[in-house]
């Protein structure tokens, strides 16, 4: 005959909550309970989150030493030099423009014009020529130097667009391309001939002496028309009354 164990009669829940108390009773009198532990809340994503400034930028205003990065209320959330760091600008610019550059390079051509490197968004570009100088051997290759731009400032920028993308592009007084050159006033004479239009529309302190009368040897904004059958563009930094563009 199969033998079935002895119950006891209890419910086993009885049993466990004797079993409680017989280990609650074994605790060294006077000691402390312990506590739960319970973990601090998690700090959401918005409490610790810092917004980026740039975000809020709506247009980038072409001023002649630099770029002033407004927001809608026509606030400047940063101003970039011109002769700030190459790779500073374009990091800047890219987020602002929510985009990267393409980088186009230009190796030059001894001995009329140095290398330069463009970085390109669909309607804006900054213009970086390298300091150097071609090598005297037949390859006539490019040398890059470690010394300052003397020339001018460390780089140019260059629209043909009224913007790019959401954010507009913008000149100090409002100017942007599009807008009508013919009401604009003064002029400036190129080599190149009276298919090229050069118009100041804002200049900067003046930096010395002039070197061509009548024209503030000064960084300025313009708007250019680069020869026949070329497109309006603003471009900064250009001292008119030091050299020709």
């Given at each position: 005959m199969t033998r079935h164990p002895r119950r006891t009669g209890l419910p086993d829940l009885v049993l466990a909550a004797g079993l409680g108390i017989v280990l609650s009773g074994c605790a060294t009198a006077g000691e402390p309970e312990p506590q739960p532990s319970v973990?601090?809340?998690?700090?959401?994503?918005?409490?610790?989150?810092?917004?980026?400034?740039?975000?809020?930028?709506?247009?980038?205003?072409?001023?002649?030493?630099?770029?002033?990065?407004?927001?809608?209320?026509?606030?400047a959330v940063a101003t970039l030099s011109y002769d700030?760091?190459?790779?500073?600008?374009?990091?800047?610019?890219?987020?602002?423009?929510g985009s990267d550059a393409r980088?186009?390079?230009?190796?030059?051509a001894c001995c009329?014009?140095?290398r330069v490197t463009d970085y390109v968004w669909d309607g804006f570009r900054v213009i970086d020529d390298h300091m150097g100088h071609?090598?005297?051997?037949?390859?006539r290759n490019w040398i890059d130097d470690d010394g300052p731009d003397v020339h001018d400032m460390n780089v140019r920028v260059a629209a043909d667009s009224a913007a790019v993308g959401e954010v507009a592009v913008i000149a100090g007084d409002g100017f942007a391309i599009g807008d009508d050159l013919d009401v604009?006033?003064?002029?400036?004479d190129h080599p190149g001939g009276p298919d090229w239009v050069q118009i100041p529309l804002e200049t900067g302190p003046v930096l010395g002496a002039?070197?061509?009368?009548?024209?503030?040897?000064?960084?300025?904004?313009?708007?250019?028309?680069?020869?026949?059958?070329?497109?309006?563009?603003?471009?900064?930094?250009?001292?008119?009354?030091?050299h020709a563009i």
């Open positions: 973990d601090p809340p998690a700090a959401s994503a918005a409490s610790t989150s810092i917004a980026d400034p740039l975000a809020s930028v709506t247009a980038v205003v072409i001023r002649p030493q630099g770029l002033d990065l407004v927001d809608d209320g026509g606030t700030d760091e190459t790779v500073q600008i374009v990091e800047i610019l890219s987020s602002v423009f980088v186009e390079e230009d190796p030059g009329e014009a140095g071609f090598s005297d051997d037949a390859e604009l006033e003064g002029r400036v002039e070197v061509i009368d009548d024209t503030p040897n000064a960084y300025s904004v313009i708007v250019q028309v680069a020869g026949p059958g070329a497109e309006p563009q603003l471009v900064a930094p250009v001292n008119l009354g030091a």
